[in-house]
């Protein structure tokens, strides 16, 4: 008497974390290892010529004569000559901004652009915020975290001053200006007058935070070495 087949399932694959993981064709993994060796080089040097390209645009906007110009001395363009000229005009503008005949001259020019309607606003807009950037104060210069745009939702930031006087009199509690920059682009975002109660200081230096902020979190910084207190605003 013949037993009957019986048709067995095939047994369970073994799942969980140390199941081993299907690797990806050997083509794919070449194929993404050249792309993040060349998009980094290929990014920087297009930023690099743009920059140099720029400069040497605008070297020729100099009331220079044509045969003062480099094409005309040099019979040829070459590249980064108008960043090279930037350069030296900035080196001979910091030398004589820095004794009295240059300071003297300056303030002069400055009260004279200063009177000149919509110019004296922009002008001086754009020299205080490069000398609070490249000066040796706290601009820029502490990463923060602040609940936005809802609580218990926390965006990077830069401490851009840290104190507001009129607003900090006006509601009783410190204010300090908070920067948040947009994800992809850390040249735009929008200013935050908050509460220093509401705003959480960090260790992650300025480059860590804008490298996490273009990449949109792709590219996070390391924790300290010491394990920093779970931060939580009063409510």
């Known amino acids: ?106 303030v002069w020019g400055e009260e004279l652009l200063h009177h000149i309607p919509i110019v004296g606003t922009v002008y001086g807009g754009v020299k205080s915020f490069a000398e609070s950037v490249f000066s040796q104060s706290n601009s820029f210069r502490k990463v923060v975290m602040v609940e936005y745009p809802r609580e218990g939702v926390w965006s990077l930031g830069f401490l851009t001053a840290e104190d507001v006087p009129e607003v900090t009199q006006k509601t009783g509690e410190p204010h300090a200006c908070v920067y948040i920059s947009a994800a992809l682009n850390a040249t735009g975002g929008f200013l935050a007058i908050l509460p220093r109660r509401r705003i959480v200081e960090l260790d992650m230096t300025v480059d860590a935070a804008m490298k996490m902020i273009i990449t949109c979190g792709v590219v996070v910084p390391p924790a300290p070495d010491r394990k920093p207190e779970l931060a939580k605003p009063a409510a």
């Open 1 to 106: 008497m013949s037993v009957p087949a019986v048709d067995k399932a095939a047994p369970a694959l073994p799942t969980g974390p140390g199941t081993p993981k299907k690797k990806g064709s050997p083509l794919r993994r070449y194929l993404v290892s050249g792309v993040l060796v060349w998009l980094p080089i290929a990014a920087t040097l297009w930023v690099v010529g743009f920059l140099f390209g720029i400069a040497d645009k605008t070297l020729l906007l100099f009331p220079l004569p044509a045969g003062y110009q480099p094409r005309g001395l040099m019979g040829l363009l070459l590249p980064a000559i108008g960043a090279v000229f930037a350069f030296v005009v900035l080196l001979l503008t910091g030398i004589l901004a820095t004794n009295l005949i240059g300071r003297r001259l300056l």
